[in-house]
């Protein structure tokens, strides 16, 4: 299985702080890459699909990097709703292994 | 729009099986497959597999084979999974999540049902 690590597991940023979280996966896996959001007690939402591609409907503040083994989602000036827990998952090969998670909450 | 809507909360006893269901809405139903993941309290993501509704092929994670059962009823638009040998340890949120996967690109989920509460509990 392809093991995902993400640095760091949790954070403390103000508003309009730019953050950068870091996802390592075990192996190449290419740009099968995705990023999601959550928040407490609901479902997960997709942020970044293949490494670099905004989902529709999320906000150009949420980018992200990468290919091969290292991966960055970077949040430009983070907003109130945004403060959540992001998970970087691998979709290269099954199972479809998720990061840990890292938390960003208020300063 | 598209939904996913799951059933609702579950408790059950350890050796017991559960069946969850997810109504998706919104889209064509066969032309997407359906992902399930789950989440035990207060920790990460799991992926349990995904069924490909078109033509009910499946794909479990390892760790869930011989316990878990992903089918699906196209007349209704409905998906369901089943785990069964329950132990304490698959107490968690499980989830539905669309995936828009198109041959030669990647995965990724784009929906998500609103989560099952399954709890087992003697």
């Known amino acids: 299985d392809i093991q995902m690590t993400q640095s760091p597991s949790s954070l403390s940023a103000s508003v309009g702080d730019r953050v950068t979280i870091t996802c390592r996966a075990s192996?190449?896996?290419?740009?099968?890459l995705n990023w999601y959001q959550q928040k407490p007690g609901k479902a997960p939402k997709l942020l970044i699909y293949?490494?670099?591609s905004l989902q529709s409907g999320v906000p150009s503040r949420f980018s992200g990097s990468g290919s091969g083994t290292d991966f960055t989602l970077t949040i430009y000036s983070l907003q109130p709703e945004d403060f959540a827990t992001y998970y970087c998952?691998?979709?290269?090969?099954?199972?479809?292994?998720f990061g840990p998670g890292t938390k960003v909450d208020i300063k | 729009q598209v939904q996913l809507v799951q059933s609702g909360a579950e408790v059950k006893k350890p050796g017991a099986s559960v069946k969850v269901s997810c109504k998706a809405s919104?889209?064509?139903?066969?032309?997407?497959?359906m992902h399930w993941v789950r989440q035990a309290p207060g920790q990460g993501l799991e992926w349990m597999g995904w069924?490909?509704?078109?033509?009910?092929?499946?794909n479990y994670a390892h760790k869930f084979q011989g316990r878990v059962t992903m089918t699906r009823d196209t007349s209704i638009s409905t998906a369901y999974m089943e785990l069964s040998r329950l132990t304490s340890d698959d107490t968690a949120v499980y989830y539905c999540?669309?995936?828009?996967?198109?041959?030669?690109?990647?995965?990724?989920?784009?929906?998500w049902g609103q989560g099952t509460l399954v709890t087992v509990s003697s």
């Open positions: 998952q691998q979709t290269y090969s099954t199972p479809f292994t």
């Open positions: 192996q190449s896996i290419n740009n099968y």
């Open positions: 919104g889209y064509t139903f066969t032309g997407y497959y």
């Open positions: 069924i490909n509704p078109d033509s009910g092929a499946t």
């Open positions: 999540a669309r995936d828009p996967v198109v041959a030669g690109t990647t995965h990724y989920f784009d929906y």
């Open positions: 293949a490494a670099s």
